[in-house]
């Protein structure tokens, strides 16, 4: 398993790379929307939609979302739609505090499930394209946002297998552990010092980025547990299997969908702080 997670990585992050610095940003809007949608379809498998119909009706009304949101990514509307996936979050972290809830195959269920992939897949594609649109570095801030997940993701499966014993939330997902979580974050640290250097911050500014980095992976871990929530739920070990060894796309993505609006939000945050 670890040998076929490798060799994907190897040949898909190349071209994650090359794409999120050197197309347009209406390339990479049409690329991620198409990642979102195909994500979108294997939430509505683990949320319980079950006929083919509907969970393509779903696929396509996402897709005209995207299109319209597209039109404001720049406008203070967007911020209200960012915003609106926070609070999603954090009512995701209530969702796994009561972990059975939701695991009865009702309709009312399902329906709720849909409510959370719509504040999950929609604000983080619009959050993305605004940070890669934004004249200031915005390819190479979206790529470090992205690198420092992915980083956060392999120093938590590594820290894990060599240190992991105490269980993070053991009845969501039984292969977390407290050493998985201590591993982001460390993994977290490196990375982002690094990365705002290379990226020009210096003083308290690269101090307070390497914070919201910090948060930003705390955020990426939430989105990780609530995935293995859905999955738990639905008996079933992966969201797909597109990837070999990684998975479905939605296994993959899961921790940016939580972690991008949150490191957008916070990177405008400092900006607007930083120019009064």
């Not at 897709?63 to 995701?92: E, H, K, N, P």
Request: hydrophobic fraction near 60%.
């Amino acid at each position: 398993m670890l040998k076929q997670r490798t060799l994907t990585a190897l040949v898909l992050a190349p071209i994650a790379v090359a794409i999120v610095l050197f197309l347009p940003t209406w390339a990479v809007g049409l690329i991620i929307a198409a990642l979102c949608l195909q994500a979108t379809w294997e939430w509505s498998r683990l949320a319980g939609i079950v006929t083919r119909q509907a969970g393509i009706a779903l696929v396509a009304a996402n897709a005209v979302l995207m299109g319209l949101l597209w039109t404001i990514r720049d406008s203070a509307l967007a911020w209200y739609v960012i915003g609106a996936g926070l609070v999603g979050w954090l009512a995701a972290l209530l969702w796994m505090r009561n972990f059975s809830w939701g695991a009865a195959p009702t309709r009312e269920h399902a329906a709720v499930k849909i409510l959370a992939c719509e504040l999950a897949i929609l604000p983080a594609w619009l959050a993305l394209v605004h940070l890669h649109g934004q004249p200031d570095h915005g390819h190479a801030w979206t790529l470090f946002a992205i690198v420092l997940i992915w980083t956060a993701d392999t120093a938590a499966y590594f820290a894990g297998k060599r240190f992991g014993t105490t269980k993070l939330a053991p009845n969501i997902s039984p292969n977390k552990t407290l050493a998985g979580a201590w591993g982001a974050l460390a993994g977290a640290v490196v990375v982002a010092t690094a990365g705002v250097w290379l990226l020009g911050a210096r003083g308290a500014l690269l101090v307070a980025l390497v914070a919201l980095s910090l948060v930003t992976v705390m955020a990426s871990i939430v989105g990780d547990l609530f995935e293995s929530l859905l999955k738990r739920q639905a008996s079933v070990k992966d969201s797909g299997a597109l990837f070999p060894g990684h998975g479905g796309l939605l296994d993959r993505i899961d921790s940016l969908l939580a972690a991008m609006p949150l490191f957008v939000a916070g990177k405008a945050l400092l900006d607007l702080l930083l120019s009064a």
